[in-house]
C-alpha cells in the first residue's frame, strides 16, 4: 500500500494541487495583512483558517479535477473488468490528495511561524484543535472534491466547483442569519477574521465543526468509491448525522468565538529583571524589547512628580468591554505587533517609548471629560523634548501649536500645566 500510495502522489495531480495551495497561502498571509497575525499562535492559526475562504475552494477544484481522471483516460471499463473491488483501488487516490493537501496546510502555518517564532511564547492547546479543523476542512473539500469529478467527469467541472464553493462560503452566514451559530457550524471561516492579541476558539466550538466535517469527508468517501446507487444514497447519512451532532454540541449562542477571551494569555507577566514592566502572556516574548524603552520612559515622566512608576501593558477587551485596571503610578500602554509607529521609521515595539509617556497622560477609554487629545500628545511629548509625532494628521496640528505653546512658556508654569493635564485624566471617570 506504501508503494502504491507513493507512486500516486507522483503521477496524480496531488503535488501540483498542494503546491498550488500553498503558494496561495503564504501569498495570502504575507502579501494581505501580516500585522493581523503577528501577535502569536491563536492569531496565526485563526488567520490561516480565515484564508481557507480562498483554500477550500481550491481544494474542491483540485479534487474534481482529480476525480475526472479515470475518464478522461478512457480506463474506466478496463479497471471495471478487474477483480479487485473499486473500494481498494480508490484508497492510494484518496491518500494522496488527503496527504499532500494537509501537507500544504501545514506548512503555510510553518511559513507563517518563521516570523513569529522568536517572539510568540504563548502556545495554546486550542492551537491544535484549530489547525486540525482546518486540515480537516481541506480534507472534506479535496475528497468531495473527487466524488464530484468521478460523477461529473467533464472539463467545466473543477473550475464551477471551486466557484460554487467560494459562493456557499460567502453566502452561509446569510443563510443561518439570525442565528450566527449556525453559520460557525457549517463554515470553518466563520467568524475567524481578525483575532485580537486574547482571542480563543472554545473547545466545543472546534468539536461541533470538526464532527459536521468528518461526516462530510466520510460522504466523500463513500461517493467517490461508490459502485453503485444503493451506496451513494447512504453517503448521505454521514451529512445528515454529522450535521445533526454538530448542531447539538455547538453552543446555541451568537458571536460565540467574537466574544471569547482566554484568559490565561491576558492575564499579566512582568520582566524578572524589571518587576515595574509588565505584559500580557501573550506578549511575553517582546519583554526584551520594551523593557529598556519602559525604563527610559519612566526616566522621562520621573521629572514631574506625582507620575508613573510602572508599566502595564494596557489588556482590555472591546469584545466583551471589560478595562484594565487603572492605578495613578501605572502606564497603561497598548501593545500591537507589526505594526509601523507613529513616525514611519520602525515598527511600533521597536519605538514603543513615546507611547508609554503619552500613556501616562491619556484618559480611560470610557471618558468623555477628559483632557483633549492634543493636549495630552503635547504634555507628553514636552517631557519627550521633541515636536509630537503621530498618524493622525488633524490632531498633528493642534499638538504640534499646543506643544509650542508649551516650549515658549517658562519651564515652572510649562510644567504646572503639563501637571494639570495629567491630573485631569485621572479625575476622569
Not at 500553498?22 to 500585522?35: I, M, P, R, S
Not at 469527508?217 to 447512504?234: D, I, K, N
Not at 502595564?312 to 497598548?334: G, I, W
Not at 477628559?370 to 490632531?395: C, H, M, N
Amino acid at each position: 500500500m506504501t508503494r502504491a500510495l507513493s507512486i500516486e502522489i507522483r503521477r496524480s495531480a496531488a503535488v501540483g494541487s498542494a503546491l498550488i495551495l500553498l503558494a496561495v497561502g503564504v501569498a495570502l498571509l504575507y502579501l494581505v495583512d501580516e500585522a493581523e497575525w503577528s501577535t502569536g499562535w491563536m492569531q496565526l492559526v485563526m488567520t490561516q483558517r480565515l484564508y481557507l475562504a480562498m483554500l477550500w475552494p481550491l481544494a474542491l477544484a483540485a479534487g474534481a479535477w482529480q476525480g475526472r481522471r479515470e475518464q478522461q483516460s478512457n480506463v474506466t471499463e478496463l479497471f471495471a473488468s478487474t477483480p479487485r473491488p473499486r473500494g481498494q483501488r480508490v484508497v492510494p487516490t484518496l491518500g494522496a490528495m488527503a496527504v499532500t493537501i494537509v501537507a500544504a496546510y501545514v506548512l503555510m502555518g510553518v511559513a507563517g511561524a518563521v516570523s513569529i517564532i522568536s517572539t510568540a511564547s504563548y502556545l495554546p492547546v486550542a492551537v491544535v484543535a484549530v489547525v486540525a479543523v482546518g486540515a480537516l476542512a481541506l480534507l472534506a473539500a479535496v475528497w468531495i472534491g473527487l466524488a464530484v469529478g468521478r460523477l461529473l467527469p467533464w472539463l467545466a467541472t473543477a473550475p464551477t466547483l471551486g466557484v460554487a464553493g467560494l459562493g456557499l462560503l460567502l453566502t452561509i452566514p446569510a443563510i443561518t442569519r439570525p442565528r450566527g451559530w449556525l453559520a460557525l457550524v457549517f463554515s470553518p471561516i466563520y467568524e475567524m477574521n481578525m483575532p485580537d492579541a486574547y482571542t480563543t476558539v472554545p473547545g466545543r466550538v472546534s468539536v461541533a465543526q470538526a464532527i459536521w466535517l468528518a461526516g462530510l469527508a466520510v460522504a466523500g468517501v463513500l461517493l467517490f468509491a461508490s459502485s453503485g446507487r444503493r451506496l451513494r444514497l447512504a453517503a448521505l447519512l454521514p451529512v445528515a448525522l454529522g450535521a445533526a451532532l454538530a448542531v447539538t454540541v455547538m453552543p446555541h449562542q451568537n458571536r460565540t468565538v467574537v466574544d471569547s477571551v482566554d484568559p490565561v494569555a491576558q492575564e499579566l507577566v512582568c520582566a524578572t529583571d524589571e518587576a515595574r514592566v509588565c505584559v500580557s502572556r501573550v506578549h511575553e516574548g517582546l519583554l526584551p524589547t520594551i523593557v529598556p524603552q519602559a525604563r527610559e520612559a519612566l526616566t522621562i515622566l520621573a521629572k514631574l512628580p506625582g507620575t508613573p512608576t510602572q508599566v502595564h501593558e494596557d489588556n482590555t477587551t472591546y469584545l466583551p468591554y471589560r478595562p484594565a485596571p487603572r492605578s495613578a503610578d501605572v502606564a497603561l500602554v497598548p501593545i500591537r505587533t507589526g505594526y509601523e509607529s507613529l513616525d514611519g521609521t520602525s515598527d511600533e515595539i521597536g519605538n514603543l517609548m513615546p507611547k508609554i509617556v503619552v500613556a501616562a497622560f491619556a484618559s480611560p477609554y470610557d471618558c468623555d471629560k477628559g483632557p483633549a487629545r492634543p493636549d495630552t500628545l503635547a504634555a507628553a511629548y514636552w517631557l519627550i523634548g521633541r515636536q509630537p509625532v503621530f498618524e493622525e494628521p488633524d490632531t498633528a496640528a493642534d499638538a504640534v501649536i499646543r506643544w509650542q505653546a508649551l516650549r515658549d512658556l517658562p519651564a515652572d508654569q510649562a510644567a504646572a500645566k503639563v501637571t494639570a493635564i495629567r491630573a485631569a485624566a485621572l479625575e476622569c471617570k
